[in-house]
C-alpha cells in the first residue's frame, strides 16, 4: 500500500504567517491527493481535492500544489480559527491511506 | 447539508462481530456518483481506511481487513452499515461513517468509540 508521510509533525505559528504543510507519497499517485482539516470534536472537512481543486466554501488562503509524489498544503496569513490538525489522503490504488497529520498551533 | 450519524455498540467482546450503522439524512444517497465509506482510527495511531460502497452496491475493501468486513447499503432507509467479523483487541477504534464524491471524502461523521474488551 501506498504510505504517506507527512512534515512536519507540529508546527507553531503567528497569525497572518505563511505555513506550509507537505506530503510525501511513497510512490507516484499523479494528483490524487486530497487534504483536509480537523479540530477537536468536530468531524474532518475536506480542503482540497485532487491536489491543487480548492473546495466548496473554503477560504482562499488554503491552497494546494504538487504531483506525483510530492505534495504541499499552503495556508496564506494564517488566522486563529486554523488552528487544527490537517492530513493527506490518497485515492490513487486501493487501499487509500492516510498521511499521519501534521498539527498547526497559533502562537 | 449532509449529515452522517454512526450509531452501534460502544463495547464488543472478542471474537464477536462488531456491527455500526451510518444514518444518512440532509441530502439523498441516491445519486449514483457518491460512494459511502468506513475508515477508522486506532488510539494513537493513524487513520485506516476500511472500504467503501457504491450505490449499485459495489464494494471494495481494505485488504488487510477484507476477510472480516462487510459493508452493505440501504438507500430506501437512507443508510448504510458496517460489519468487522472475529474482532479483537486491535479493533478498538474510532469509526467513522464518510461519504465520497469524485473520490474524495467530502462529508465525515462524528466517529464513534468501539472498545473490544471481554
Known amino acids: 500500500e501506498i504510505v504517506l508521510t507527512q512534515s512536519p509533525d507540529f508546527q507553531s505559528a503567528t497569525p497572518k504567517e505563511k505555513v506550509t504543510i507537505t506530503c510525501r507519497a511513497s510512490?507516484?499517485?499523479?494528483?490524487?491527493l486530497h487534504w483536509y482539516q480537523r479540530k477537536p470534536d468536530q468531524s474532518p472537512k475536506l480542503l482540497i481535492k485532487?491536489?491543487?481543486q480548492s473546495f466548496s466554501g473554503v477560504p482562499s488562503r488554503f491552497s494546494g500544489s504538487g504531483s506525483g509524489t510530492d505534495f504541499t498544503l499552503t495556508i496564506n496569513s494564517l488566522e486563529a480559527e486554523d488552528a487544527a490538525t490537517y492530513f493527506c489522503?490518497?485515492?490513487?490504488?486501493?487501499?487509500?491511506?492516510f498521511g499521519g497529520g501534521t498539527t498547526v498551533e497559533i502562537k | 447539508q449532509l449529515q452522517l450519524q454512526e450509531s452501534g455498540p460502544g463495547l464488543v467482546k472478542p471474537s464477536q462481530t462488531l456491527s455500526l450503522t451510518c444514518a444518512v439524512s440532509?441530502?439523498?444517497?441516491?445519486?449514483?456518483?457518491?460512494?459511502w465509506s468506513w475508515i477508522r482510527r486506532p488510539a494513537g495511531k493513524g487513520l485506516e481506511w476500511i472500504g467503501r460502497?457504491?450505490?449499485?452496491?459495489?464494494?471494495t475493501y481494505n485488504p488487510s481487513l477484507k476477510s472480516r468486513v462487510t459493508i452493505s447499503v440501504d438507500t430506501s432507509n437512507s443508510q448504510f452499515s458496517l460489519n468487522l467479523s472475529s474482532v479483537t483487541v486491535a479493533d478498538t477504534a474510532m469509526y467513522y461513517c464518510?461519504?465520497?464524491?469524485?473520490?474524495?471524502?467530502?462529508?465525515w461523521g462524528q466517529g464513534t468509540l468501539v472498545t473490544v474488551s471481554s
Open positions: 464518510a461519504r465520497g464524491v469524485d473520490l474524495a471524502i467530502d462529508s
Open positions: 440532509g441530502d439523498s444517497m441516491s445519486n449514483g456518483d457518491y460512494y
Open positions: 460502497i457504491y450505490n449499485s452496491g459495489t464494494t
Open positions: 510512490q507516484s499517485i499523479g494528483r490524487s
Open positions: 485532487f491536489a491543487s
Open positions: 489522503h490518497q485515492t490513487s490504488s486501493l487501499p487509500q491511506t
